[in-house]
């Protein structure tokens, strides 16, 4: 696996140049210091690539995840991202994302045994 993804990687570095990857971590933790929501993913290219977005089922729906979308989003602008990308399963998140101003710009029709998959993208434009 490791000589699969050098050697995608230096592939990589032909045709856009060396690259400038960074970790883009948020979190939210309660009284008690635990975590109870969060945003990762990492910046290249001037993409702001998301990965995972979670909030505790006790914190859902009070704003939270939000907050935390919007402080990382203004930490991928501030490292010059152009744009923001997700995916998201149709149980999960495509209308919270979309009142965030992501557009759907792909999808995985739902099908025997997997739930309906979304690609989503958001321009800073």
Request: aromatic share 10%; proline share 3%; net charge neutral.
């Amino acid at each position: 696996m490791a000589l699969l993804t050098t050697g995608l990687c230096q592939f990589n570095v032909e045709h856009l140049g060396d690259k400038t990857t960074e970790p883009l971590t948020i979190v939210a933790r309660n009284d008690e210091g635990e975590i109870i929501g969060g945003v990762a993913g990492r910046t290249i290219y001037n993409n702001f690539l998301i990965n995972v977005v979670w909030v505790d089922d006790l914190y859902r729906g009070k704003g939270l995840g939000q907050e935390l979308m919007k402080i990382a989003e203004v930490v991928a602008i501030k490292r010059g991202c152009l744009i923001a990308q997700l995916d998201t399963l149709d149980f999960q998140a495509p209308r919270f994302y979309q009142k965030l101003g992501f557009n759907i710009i792909g999808t995985v029709p739902k099908f025997a045994g997997s739930p309906a998959r979304y690609f989503m993208m958001k321009q800073y434009l």
